[in-house]
């Protein structure tokens, strides 16, 4: 079963949310970053994000929820550490509570 698309407009919305919620904390400590919004496998468009711009370095977080393997890294984050053309560094949820 596959999910249909989303609407232009909610695509749209999202992107604006993102945007001024999720990146606020990069502006505010001056990181220079590249943001983008797709509808398809995160770890799939990671990979081919990074492949495409040849990118230094991906940092992504990691829930756990999966098996074991999966459970360590994050069955998304496993599949980007993998397969990314660069490193990846992977940040636990522990690590992001604390």
């Not at 492949?51 to 990691?62: M, P, Q, S």
Request: one cysteine or more; a negative charge.
């Amino acid at each position: 079963m596959s999910i249909p698309p989303l609407p232009a407009e909610a695509t749209h919305d999202l992107r604006i949310q993102f945007e001024q919620h999720w990146c606020q904390p990069l502006r505010d400590a001056g990181v220079r970053y590249r943001s983008f919004v797709v509808e398809q496998s995160a770890a799939h468009a990671l990979v081919q994000y990074a492949e495409r711009e040849h990118a230094d370095l991906v940092v992504l977080g990691a829930h756990g929820h999966g098996g074991f393997a999966d459970r360590l890294l994050g069955s998304g984050s496993y599949t980007v550490s993998h397969a990314a053309p660069c490193p990846v560094v992977i940040i636990p949820v522990e690590a992001r509570a604390a």
